[in-house]
């Protein structure tokens, strides 16, 4: 067995009873009328969890989720890069009264929320009374049992959001201890301004940040690994920050994502669009709604058929409204960098029914090809990654784990054979090497075959009102986390002074002062007003000319690790 901590393989007996784990030991001897599954020479893991999952519609309409669970998921996550549903409760309570394979848990979709508050005026930053709407739902979210607040910055009605709203919103989550998870802005040349605006969106809210499928898609950012990295990991020593990934070196998205730029008639964009993923050959079109006769095709393919310009061709597509592409625009060596990361875990952005292989392949692809073939990372890390970092970043206290009395949800896989077989023209081919499965102690895969069983559960976030006076359960100071210790009680209209917002200070306080009574609920209130962070940005704002901490020139603040946590008073060092 492989326990989902990072340690080595070791041999034992895992005893299910119910739906937990209740021995792990060598040597375990079957009592009367239990039932045995033999696994020597296989591996038992934790069930995989999922951070990054599109099934939220799909789980109605295939609860057996037969791709899912083929490839070791037991648990996954929805309501990610701003979408998925909206209100949380209804989609969670619907859940529960129809159970699906596997345990589901749910982010609130900051463009969701948006689009409630803004509808089809969404082309520009929010006001202030719009803010303090969506502050409203994003906090009704989380008490319904959300995990945290999820955006897609490279997606409308994201792209329109300001840095300062996202803040606004972020706050709200972090209040009820969430954690911000994010597509960010730009994954292409601008990858690096989009990770600082996550770091500063997570410093300026007191959020973790989660990085969602972690990647550099341009030419122009391949090789900067390094550079990428390093903007997470100093950010990782004031804050908590993580990111997920998939193990493919090209991406399923829609022709927008193309280009940041939102002028579509501008030709000179998607001539450059083209260069930037190596090329038309490198776009594969899997679904065009006004003419399904471009499906399968490359765009080069498509061009050559017609006698056009592939910029000209994807400039009609783009008008005709848009279509579905795969675009192989990653660097292998990056996308292996990646995965070797501490910060760094697996997740699919796959779902039950995708064009992508990822949706089928993606655990079985990092043991058979990533760990076994490649040795990029060993296979207790790449099961680590799988399962209990994930479980950590979403607070999951009984999952994620082997170990006597966490929630039974296992995998049996062959290290030897296991390997995906999804492929970009056959993306729901069932892997080889995933024996068994089971979610909550009932077995959903048997023998490679999905039993058809349904056992899964909705899992919500345990209600913490961080930063509350009292908490009912508030545990010892010295085992609280950062995230435990964030709330910020000062004005909001500080906040401009602190990090600075070039030009746009005066409506940026009004916009954050005019967000605040949305959730100014007198319970939250009291606490932390001498809190040690609140102190540190009290010290820091004066030294810092205002506009140092925004996106393209963060002054390098350097917190000691247990200031970071807000647990001592150490001297702050910036430069
Ligand atoms: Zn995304």
Do not use: C
Not at 353 to 369: C, N, S
Not at 443 to 454: I, K, L, M, S
Not at 509 to 532: E, F, G, I, N, T
């Amino acid at each position: 067995m492989i326990d989902g901590t990072g340690a080595r393989a070791r041999l034992a007996d895992v005893r299910l009873e119910g739906d937990r784990i209740v021995s792990l030991a060598p040597g375990l001897r079957p009592a009367a009328g239990e039932t045995v599954v033999e696994a020597r020479g296989r591996i038992v893991a934790p069930g995989f969890i999922d951070l990054h999952n599109h099934s939220d519609r799909q789980l109605f309409e295939m609860p057996d989720a037969a791709t899912q669970t083929g490839q070791g998921i037991t648990t996954l996550v929805v309501g990610v890069d701003g979408g998925g549903p909206l209100p949380i409760g209804e989609f969670l309570a619907r859940l529960d009264a129809a159970p699906v394979t596997v345990n589901v848990a749910t982010m609130v979709g900051h463009g969701k929320v948006r689009t409630k508050v803004m509808g089809e005026d969404f082309k520009r930053p929010a006001r202030p009374a719009e803010i303090a709407a969506m502050r409203a739902l994003v906090a009704q979210g989380m008490e319904e049992g959300a995990f945290g607040l999820s955006s897609g910055l490279e997606y409308d009605p994201g792209y329109y959001s300001t840095t300062d709203e996202l803040v606004a919103l972020a706050e709200v989550a972090a209040r009820r201890g969430g954690f911000y998870a994010t597509h960010i802005r730009n994954e292409a040349d601008e990858t690096l301004r989009a990770l600082a605006e996550a770091m500063e969106i997570g410093w300026r809210a007191r959020i973790p940040v989660h990085i969602s499928h972690l990647k550099l898609g341009t030419v122009g950012v391949w090789g900067k690994t390094a550079e990428a990295l390093r903007i997470l990991h100093d950010a990782a020593r004031e804050n908590d920050v993580t990111a997920d990934w998939y193990p493919y070196n090209f991406w399923a998205s829609t022709t927008y994502v193309l280009t940041p730029s939102r002028d579509f008639e501008d030709r000179q964009t998607w001539v450059r669009a083209l260069r930037d993923v190596g090329g038309p050959q490198n776009v594969l079109i899997t679904d065009f709604p006004k003419d399904h006769s471009y499906d399968d095709k490359t765009l080069a393919a498509v061009a050559a058929s017609k006698g056009q310009d592939p910029a000209d061709v994807l400039m009609d597509i783009v008008r005709r409204g848009n279509a579905d592409i795969l675009g192989t625009s990653m660097s292998e060596a990056d996308v292996a960098a990646f995965l070797r990361d501490p910060l760094v875990m697996v997740a699919s952005d796959g779902g039950i029914q995708i064009a992508h292989p990822r949706g089928a392949g993606t655990y079985p692809r990092v043991l058979g090809r990533y760990a076994r073939e490649r040795r990029e990372v060993t296979l207790a890390t790449a099961i680590k990654k799988m399962t209990g970092m994930p479980a950590r970043r979403l607070g999951l206290a009984d999952r994620g784990l082997l170990r006597e009395g966490m929630k039974a949800d296992v995998v049996v896989f062959d290290p030897r054979t296991v390997v995906d077989r999804s492929t970009a023209t056959d993306p729901q081919a069932r892997p080889a090497g995933i024996e068994h499965v089971f979610v909550n102690g009932v077995a959903v895969v048997e023998a490679g075959r999905p039993t058809g069983a349904r056992p899964g559960r909705v899992l919500r976030s345990l209600p913490r009102n961080v930063g509350h006076g009292q908490p009912l359960d508030r545990p010892p100071a010295h085992e609280m986390r950062g995230e435990d210790l964030v709330e910020v009680a000062r004005p909001h209209a500080r906040v401009p002074d602190v990090v600075g917002v070039d030009g746009q200070r005066d409506p940026a306080a009004a916009m954050l002062q005019a967000a605040r009574p949305a959730d100014d609920d007198p319970v939250s209130q009291p606490a932390l007003l001498d809190h040690p962070l609140q102190r540190v940005e009290d010290l820091l704002g004066p030294l810092l000319p205002a506009g140092s901490l925004g996106v393209a020139g963060r002054a390098h603040v350097e917190a000691h690790e247990d200031m970071a946590l807000g647990l001592g008073h150490r001297p702050i060092l910036s430069e």
